[in-house]
């Protein structure tokens, strides 16, 4: 037993090793801490992959029992109210600023990241923000935790977060807690901004819901399905952190259990002939700001070489970039979140291009030496201060604008 135990132990250290001197880019800040940690992430990847392959347990089970690991319980302070609760079956983190106050107080409602496969607000790092939110801004935060894939496959998780915001804006809710029906954001990160964005879609072009949102922010979002080969899928292919091979693995889980789509998606050869139309709002050759084309030629997507039976390949719920301009207009106040290093770069660039065309006011921040995930980051031993940069850019714009 004791023999088997120091084989593992001694094959995770050469593969941590080996991925630990892996080049970064130059201006990449804390250079060795940034090493580890992408080597701690890879070497967990590789290994959940080689469980997938023997039979023991699939790569998202693996990363699920690790993420786990990581749940925080709802603690309360002497400033803040925590407690774990559903709105309308959703289980929901809500963080209640304790002091008085004299009128109704803006409100955040957060979904995490995590691929559509992992994570929760019970995760240290997404706990961390949302109780640093609630305390910056005397804000009520609503954290939102959604079905995870591959077991609830799309569209479940934009309906989970559909439901658990419409449910917050109800008169009753908002008023049992205190919150101003004028001064509500929905915020996410990655996937969470995926969802963040679909469902502000969805609310601001509901007639049906009364309160609007006056805010949106989303942090380096994954936006669109339709163009897996934009030049940040190109450059950031082996990026820290997140790979190419891992994302497309992922969002394959989100959208079918078909185990020939995640070769067609890398391949760029998963849409259908009807889905022409629609990627004049994803050709990045016009969108993209020059500065990020650089020498990338564009080419067109080989359409229809497949044949998935897949509607969500063609459902802005899944797609927020393929809203047409006329579901755009009428959003909210957007902030968005980009960094250099990271395959979903490109995302969030062409959000920012196409809610400015149809006269959205939008702020835009792009981090040159940021890479995915670094929210996951801020938190002691694993924080770095890229994390929290990010966090004090959103909390900033937060400020200013809700």
């Not at 991925?19 to 070497?43: D, F, G, H, Q, R």
């Not at 981090?367 to 959103?394: K, Q, V, W």
């Amino acid at each position: 037993m004791m023999g088997s135990k120091a084989l593992c132990f001694g094959l995770f250290c050469v593969l941590f090793a080996s991925y630990i001197y892996i080049p970064l880019p130059a201006n990449i800040e804390e250079p060795w801490k940034v090493m580890a940690l992408n080597a701690i992430v890879k070497t967990c990847t590789f290994v959940g992959m080689c469980f997938e392959n023997i039979g023991i347990m699939t790569y998202e089970e693996f990363i699920s029992v690790l993420f786990r690991l990581d749940y925080t319980q709802p603690l309360s302070d002497e400033y803040l109210t925590v407690t774990d609760t559903t709105f309308n079956d959703i289980p929901v983190r809500l963080y209640l600023p304790k002091r008085k106050s004299q009128t109704p107080r803006r409100a955040v409602i957060y979904i995490h990241g995590g691929a559509y496969c992992f994570g929760s607000f019970k995760q240290r790092g997404f706990d961390f923000l949302n109780r640093w939110t609630a305390n910056k801004l005397d804000a009520v935060v609503v954290g939102v935790d959604y079905r995870l894939a591959p077991q609830h496959r799309f569209p479940a998780q934009f309906e989970d977060g559909i439901t658990a915001v419409k449910f917050f804006l109800q008169d009753k809710i908002l008023t049992k807690y205190g919150v101003d029906p004028n001064r509500i954001c929905i915020s996410g990160d990655s996937s969470g901004g995926l969802i963040a964005a679909a469902v502000t879609q969805q609310v601001q072009n509901d007639l049906e819901v009364k309160h609007k949102i006056k805010a949106q922010a989303l942090l380096y979002p994954h936006l669109q399905l339709i163009d897996t080969d934009l030049p940040s899928h190109r450059e950031n292919e082996h990026g820290i952190v997140l790979t190419r091979d891992i994302g497309i693995k992922l969002v394959s889980a989100y959208l079918t259990e078909d185990k020939t789509f995640p070769q067609a998606l890398k391949r760029n050869q998963h849409m259908p002939l009807e889905s022409r139309h629609l990627f004049k709002f994803v050709n990045w050759s016009t969108l993209l700001p020059k500065k990020y084309r650089k020498d990338h030629v564009y080419t067109e997507p080989v359409l229809g070489r497949t044949n998935y039976s897949l509607p969500g390949l063609l459902d802005i719920r899944m797609s927020p970039l393929l809203a047409n301009d006329s579901q755009l207009w009428n959003l909210p106040s957007t902030y968005i979140l980009t960094c250099q290093y990271d395959i979903l770069r490109d995302d969030g660039l062409l959000y920012v291009s196409r809610l400015q065309n149809a006269g959205v006011q939008v702020a835009h921040e792009h981090i040159e030496n940021g890479f995915h995930g670094a929210l996951s980051f801020m938190t002691s031993p694993l924080y770095l201060h890229l994390g929290l940069r990010i966090r004090d850019m959103y909390i900033s714009w937060l400020d200013k604008n809700l």
